[in-house]
């Protein structure tokens, strides 16, 4: 689910211009500490295909901003928090374990950053978690920053197999798999230079996946995942990562029908499709009606439509981060907290 941010507005020709005078392409000349003296870093300049775009990269970065939270998360747990500027756009606490580490990374924006404050940063490299934060309408577009020298990179889970031309989230054109999210780490650990550490932390996540999903039978059980809003809420359709939660555990998501990433669906649609476990969003944004889970359970128990569903009655609620809704290495966790939830539930098979 995007943040839903208010749009940032586009830097001007003429300050990308002063920019490139000021800033020697923002950043663009920072070089790794192991290419000191004039030594290139072994396996760079680095180029790699991204969302339809070939980027490439001289040296690994060591001013990068990430510019959602997600991306940042990841380059956290490669242990990078010191090659980080700055980071933006949260929607959750930070993911246990990387409290230390975050710290220590100057958070330039709650939200989608305007592209002033991203280049006050000098960076050297610039990631997102999805497409429309480094398009018009987000932060700016990629090619702006391409010009000044900073290469950029978009997670390969918001376009592989995704249509992002419409409005909304986007529509899946096939199932996301985690093996989207394996690439990100992937790859951005080779952009950074630390190919060992992308690859010791897929093998981490793989081992949580198995381990959250060794013997459990879901097909008994029907979820439905509600990221935000209560006037016309975000609901998960079938493909995205609560589909990669759903697939994995043999259940089925009751809009499992559109392919849709996050439609707006009316209340008496859910009602009627009535199903067994509530994946709630917890939120600590505040943008839109019922962001942390308290509001939207107090909602649900409140409304005429919602609070005769089964799930309500029975107080069936799994919560869930926001991140874990998205395409992260945080999906996962939402994998482990569905689990336990239908196992607590009578539902795991």
Known sequence: MLSKATPAPIRTAALFAACVVLLTACGGGTTNSSAAGGDKADGFPLTLKNCGRTVTVKAPPQ????????????????????RLAGTATWS????????????GVERISENRPSSEKVLDKEPDFLSASFASTLAKGGVAPREQFEKLGVPTYISPADCIGKDNS?????????????????TEVRELSQVFGVPERGDALVKKLQARVAKATDGIDGSKASLLYWFSDSKAPYLAGCCGAPGVITRELGAKNVFDDTH??????????????NPDVLVIGDLSRTMQTAESAEKKIEFLESNPVTRTMDAVKNRRYVLLSGQAMNPTIRTVEGLERVAAGLRDFGLAG
């Open 166 to 182: 419409g409005g909304g989230d986007g529509a899946r054109t096939a199932p996301l798999t985690m093996d989207s999210v394996y």
């Open 92 to 103: 959750d606490p930070v993911m246990k374990g990387l409290e230390k580490a975050n710290k």
């Open 260 to 273: 849709d990433e996050w439609p707006q669906i009316s209340w008496e649609t859910v009602a009627d499709r």
């Open 63 to 82: 001013r990068a901003v990430s510019v959602d939270q997600g991306s940042t998360e990841i380059l956290l747990s490669l242990g990078l928090a010191d």
